[in-house]
């Protein structure tokens, strides 16, 4: 099993990023809103179970996918501190259970950039945040904008091209 995880602050054009890379892989894409969305239906608060509801949905699928030998593009908004971290880590090894590798690549952008993002129409497709205030409260209360210290990952500015070449470069630079 391969594993591409995309991931990066809201607005940084992680599922269209992943859609395209999809598209020259045929990796299935399993983002991040399939799970918080549906933990958003048991827990509607902002609290704490819903997101460990998603996270452990998403281990579950992982291993699922991981022992069926199944290649996944997953997108992440990756919150800097230890429940994210643990989350990684239990994903990495689970990854490596099944002799899988697992492949990071975090997007970037300018805060200006997401903010004209944020209200795109594709961002209404799944309960994504679709307002500036909104946007800005949550890279500021949750640290959204900060890397994984992970070897051999790729950074990509996804205000300096389009998705397509992205893509391109994350199958080049990995060799998948």
Known sequence: MNLIFIYGPPAVGKLTVAEELAKITNYRVFHNHLTQDLASEIYPDFCKNKFKLAEAIRLEVFEFAAKNNTN???????????????????????????????YFV?????????????????RKRFKKAHDRETLEWKLDEFELEGALDLDNAMVIDTSLQDADLSARQIVEYFKL
């Open 72 to 102: 996944l593009i997953f997108t992440h908004v990756y919150a800097s501190g230890d429940d994210d971290d643990m989350f990684v880590g239990s994903l990495i090894d689970i990854i490596k259970k099944y002799s899988g590798s697992i």
């Open 106 to 122: 975090q997007l970037t952008a300018p805060r200006g950039v997401l903010y004209s993002r944020v209200g795109n129409e594709s």
